[in-house]
């Protein structure tokens, strides 16, 4: 690898770090009684309120359909997956250390790979919770479950719930496609492509061109 | 002979109905034109631009509306009970009420005035006396509730009160009534030699705004009527208005009419702190209650104070000046720079306007026309700056539009005088419906007032509304005053007695509101966290319930072992954590009031079963869908019952 494509593969290892702090996922809940909508942020670590008591107050309006309390400590997933973002963040780093193509190959599909089961993972909780309603809640509506869109949105009852990456799912993307970038690079850069680069003095343009190519 | 008697009586008949002819065409001309709809309406969803405060007047409360549309927010339980939010009723509440006269239900709330930072309003909070049982209360602004009362002693009737400095270093309290000072057993016909005013200097804590009585000042016995603080280069001053200087005790209307000129008091604040500091008061004794609640513990403690601090004016060189003011004044209020007093006769036929600079002059030169129990009398001419002659009839209030103009409210001839301060010269005037009191600008008192509208809040409706029966609305009316004519947009109709009224934009106030009280931080002694800490505990014959509430049940909901005679207090923790998301609670025969409580918040019902049997109780603030299930019921038993105690939600 460049040393410019390990420099890039550094930072695709690094940039994770800042999921440790901003979330990954949001789920919006907006209704006639709630203009200024409930939030719900979901982080590698934590689950959290968009703002005050959101949580809180989301777990309270739940009661009246039945669904589980959502209660972080409950949750696995949430235990496990700051150790699987670190060991990537290790793993990345080494790769640009070694600078073997293969090995970054290896993080990148490894990472994607990852990233499939995360969200089939989502999906499941996402399932349970608004299907596996309590028998005796006090709205029963025949057909009705409550699952929210695993990404999207989506009417229920008298909520549009919306569900979206949020800052720390775009980084998850960002380092994807950064280190795939980075795996792709060529060590010895044609000529021609090299004219082209002086055309544009930025080197990052030409990152991008070999990508594509 | 017959017929020459009839000349000047048929002549006067004339002119006074030519007077009054005037006056009622004015007012018919004086119909609104233009789109004036446009000026006050706010659209569904938008917020208007000013908070407007208005006193409840004998209603004893705050009224909250917005400007310029006029329309009612709220209404501020201060001195006067409210069932509707269990202020006064409640346990935690009940304390508020308290002064050295014991629980006192109601007041007579006069004149709001908002706290000051350099002195222009801060949107902190909101100070208002009761004039009755004499008090000053402190709305706190960010809950929009009264969150602390302090009695005055040596006082009655305190009218003159609550204007702030321009740093709300203090708010200061008078006493329309003098009395004895200490009060006792006297003829009343002693009045002259026995009875005294006493003006009262409220500090404010700079973080809190808690208040304290710093010092009274013993003054002549006159009726204390209005005051404003000085500011800018007036700083440090404090003037009241006074009359009756007659020291009349009978018949008023007519023996305290009777002297040309009454006083303006000039208090020199800063020279009475020295004083205090050098120990030249007399602790005096004293007994007021001091009311604070707290919003941790979600409960009022009054403590009954023991003593003031008393500086006799007539000991104490340099610290009161007397201004003398035509006629029997009401207002005493100074401009934007600080540099003139304008006193409000309201017998007067012209407004004096005093110059603060000249005013210290005289004081420097002994331009005195006389003393009057010791304290000099500053003659007339050398503080005026000047009289606006002609203004109308019964001068009562001036406010400020930043803009070198003052407004003037007339009672009598009904109407608002523009006038200038560069000549005092009328620029502009416009009928009230009808004689109006007090008048509001935005910061019109301040030293930045947001001159764009002025607010008559008048004393009588007449025919401007529907009829009500014999008792009418009382009314406000908004005028624009971006011109150079005032224009009047709405008439707008307000609770009790509207008096004084303050209005400030309404982002300073917005910005800083507290939604909801957290509950982990809620120190009630009686308060339940979580449905875990529900629980019934019997001392006797005292029951206390610990209850929460959240939608759309109540924990616990069936209450057995009650008996007739027990002192029942149901204490309610409201868990919820949302924004407007209050519950109530009412129980039936309650012989008091019922619980309006607020997201993470404990108040406490007293309720003493008088009959055996199933007693309902149920939530009174439509909270949710299933609002309607939230409900419980409580068992009474016969005295002596075996039935145990247990409470539960199953």
């Known amino acids: 690898m460049k040393p410019l494509a390990r420099i890039l593969f550094a930072t695709a290892s690094l940039i994770l770090i800042a999921t440790f702090i901003v979330p990954i996922w949001s789920i919006q809940l907006d209704a006639p009684q709630y203009p200024e909508g409930l939030g719900m942020k979901i982080y590698i670590n934590a689950i959290g309120s968009g703002s005050g008591n959101d949580l809180e107050n989301i777990n309270g309006l739940n009661h009246y359909i039945g669904m589980k309390r959502i209660e972080p400590e409950a949750i696995p997933e949430l235990k496990i997956m700051p150790y699987i973002i670190g060991a990537l963040i290790g793993f990345g780093l080494l790769v640009a250390a070694v600078g073997r193509r293969s090995l970054a190959w290896t993080w990148v599909a490894m990472f994607i790979a990852i990233g499939i089961v995360g969200m089939w993972d989502f999906y499941q909780w996402e399932y349970d919770y608004g299907h596996n309603l309590n028998p005796h809640a006090a709205i029963k509506i025949e057909g009705m479950s409550y699952q929210p869109p695993l990404i999207g949105s989506k009417q229920l009852l008298n909520f549009t719930a919306h569900s979206y990456p949020d800052i720390g799912g775009w980084i998850v993307g960002g380092a994807i496609l950064l280190g795939a970038c980075a795996a792709i690079m060529k060590r010895n850069t044609p000529k021609i492509e090299k004219k082209k680069m002086t055309n544009k003095s930025n080197p990052s343009y030409a990152v991008l061109e070999e990508a594509v190519l | ?650």
């Open chain 2, 1 to 650: 002979m017959k017929a020459k008697m009839w000349i000047p009586a048929v002549l006067s008949v004339v002119i006074v109905g030519a007077y009054f002819y005037g006056c009622s065409t004015q007012k018919e001309t004086a119909a609104v034109s233009g789109d004036v709809a446009s000026k006050v309406y706010v659209p569904p969803g938008k917020y208007d631009e000013f908070y407007n405060f208005v006193s409840g007047g004998f209603s004893g409360q705050l009224s909250v509306y917005g400007l310029p549309s006029g329309r009612l927010f709220r209404v501020i339980p201060v001195f006067s009970v409210d069932p509707e939010k269990g202020w006064g009723f409640s346990e935690e509440t009940k304390p508020m009420l308290n002064t050295s006269h014991g629980f006192v239900p109601w007041d007579d709330a006069h004149h709001p005035e908002l706290s000051q930072t350099d002195g222009v309003p801060d949107g902190r909070w909101v100070f208002i006396n009761g004039n009755n049982t004499p008090r000053i209360a402190r709305i706190d602004l960010t809950t929009f509730r009264t969150a602390e009362i302090i009695e005055l002693p040596n006082s009655s009737g305190n009218h003159s009160s609550p204007f702030t400095t321009e740093n709300t270093e203090y708010v200061v309290a008078g006493t329309r009534f003098s009395l004895p000072i200490p009060n006792n057993d006297v003829p009343i016909s002693t009045y002259k030699e026995n009875f005294k005013g006493a003006l009262s200097f409220v500090k404010i804590d700079k973080s809190t705004g808690g208040m304290e009585i710093a010092f009274q000042v013993l003054v002549p016995g006159f009726d204390y009527d209005l005051a404003h603080a000085g500011k800018g280069p007036s700083h440090g001053w404090m003037f009241f208005t006074s009359y009756n200087s007659e020291q009349a005790n009978t018949l008023l209307e007519v023996n305290a009419s009777q002297n040309d000129k009454d006083f303006i008091a000039a208090i020199n604040w800063k020279k009475a702190e020295e004083y205090i500091a050098q120990g030249k008061f007399k602790e005096m004794p004293a007994k007021y209650a001091h009311n604070v609640f707290n919003d941790k513990t979600h409960s009022a403690t009054s403590t009954m104070m023991q003593s003031v601090k008393m500086l006799n004016s007539a000991e104490c060189p340099g610290l009161i000046y007397y201004l003398p003011t035509p006629k029997s004044p009401h207002g005493a209020d100074v401009d934007p720079t600080g540099e003139y007093i304008v006193g409000g006769g309201k017998l007067a036929t012209v407004i004096p306007v005093f110059s603060f600079s000249k005013m210290i002059k005289a004081i420097e030169e002994k331009k005195f026309d006389k003393e009057v129990d010791g304290i000099p009398v500053i003659n007339y001419q050398a503080a005026l700056a000047g009289e606006v002659e002609k203004p109308g009839l019964g001068p009562l209030h001036t406010e400020f539009d930043g803009k070198g103009n003052a407004y003037t409210s007339f009672f009598v001839s009904s109407e608002i005088v523009k006038w200038s301060l560069k000549d005092f010269k009328v620029l502009d005037r416009v009928p009230t419906y009808y004689s109006i009191g007090h008048l509001c600008i935005p910061g019109g008192d301040s030293k930045k007032p947001w001159g764009k509208y002025v607010i008559a809040y008048n004393k009588i409706t007449k025919d401007r509304y529907l009829p009500t029966g014999p008792e009418l609305t009382q009314s406000a009316q908004l005028f624009d005053i971006s011109g150079d004519k005032m224009k009047l947009l709405l008439d707008f109709p307000t609770i009790g007695e509207p008096h004084y009224a303050q209005a400030i934009p309404a982002e300073l106030v917005t910005k800083n509101q507290k939604r909801i009280f957290q509950l982990k931080e809620n120190e009630h002694p009686y308060g339940a966290k979580g449905e875990k800490e529900a629980r019934v505990e019997r001392k006797g014959k005292e029951v206390h319930i610990y209850m929460t509430m959240i939608r759309s049940h109540f924990m616990p909901d069936n209450i057995e072992g009650l008996q007739v005679g027990d002192d029942v207090y149901f204490h309610i923790t409201n868990l919820e954590q949302d924004w407007d998301v209050p519950h109530g609670f009412a129980i039936m025969g309650a012989d008091n009031s019922e619980l309006l409580i607020m997201p993470g918040e404990t108040q406490t019902l007293k309720w003493s079963p008088k009959q055996v049997g199933i007693v309902p109780f149920y939530c009174s603030d439509f909270c949710s869908a299933l609002h309607q299930e939230m409900q419980g019921y409580v068992r009474v038993s016969p005295i002596g019952s075996k039935v145990e105690l247990t409470a539960n939600t199953r």
